[in-house]
Antibody
């Protein structure tokens, strides 16, 4: 069955870096677009980044552009998010999720991981 | 980017009530528009996509509709397991970005 398992969260000081991982099983990353979505404590959902199914395109929210980088390793079927120059406002649970393209139409996020908590604090 | 204005932010209702949540978008993209349910400590769960299509496994008491830039999620008869927070979502094409509404927390009256 489809599973997404995030890891790599933790407590990090402002200005430092962290890399999150999302291990996928039950499907291959080469057939789905993959996203990172975050949720600050007690707040709503914020879309962060996407990588296309073929790796050809990556898009970012303005709030993370230039600081975060999405990538993947298809041999490990794993998605990554490199978080640099971290700020207190980056504190959140980070989820990975997938989308599919059906008949040329992008579909919403049908599977999500359980999330990993990133806390940026001195 | 598309702006989404979701209302109400909080909703107090009883089991069996009919509940409606609205999302107003600065642009409409009916082929994508989605609704998610999120329970405390859990990841969001897709309920509705393409404005009105029920995701597999979602009970039929959930329905979605949309006209122009206004989209609606309706729960026809609220059940105890439906108390949660609901989010709308829209896709902005070229450059591709995704936007969530602010959320509607449905609480027990």
């Amino acid at each position: 069955q489809v599973q997404l398992v995030e890891s790599g969260g933790g407590v990090v000081q402002p200005g430092r870096s962290l890399r999150l991982s999302c291990a996928a099983s039950g499907f291959t990353l080469t057939t789905y677009g993959m996203h990172w979505v975050r949720q600050a404590p007690g707040k709503g959902l914020e879309w962060v980044a996407v990588i296309w199914h073929d790796g050809s395109n990556k898009y970012y929210a303005d709030s993370v552009k230039g600081r975060f980088t999405v990538s993947r390793d298809v041999s490990k079927n794993t998605l990554y998010l490199q978080l640099n120059s971290l700020r207190a406002e980056d504190t959140a649970v980070y989820y990975c999720a997938r989308h599919r393209v059906r008949g040329g139409i992008i579909t919403p996020f049908d599977y999500w991981g359980q999330g990993t908590l990133v806390t940026v604090s001195s | 980017d598309i702006q989404l204005t979701q209302s109400p932010a909080f909703l107090s209702a009883s089991v069996g009530d009919r509940v409606t949540i609205t999302c107003r978008a600065s642009q409409g993209l009916r082929s994508y528009f989605a609704w998610y349910q999120q329970k405390p400590g859990r990841a969001p769960n897709l309920l509705i996509y393409a404005t009105s299509t029920l995701q597999s496994g979602v009970p039929s008491r959930f329905s979605g509709s949309g006209s122009g830039t206004e989209f609606t999620l309706t729960i026809s008869s609220l059940q105890p397991e439906d108390f949660a927070t609901y989010y709308c979502q829209q896709l902005n094409s070229y450059p591709f970005t995704w936007t969530f509404g602010q959320g509607t927390k449905v609480e027990i009256k």
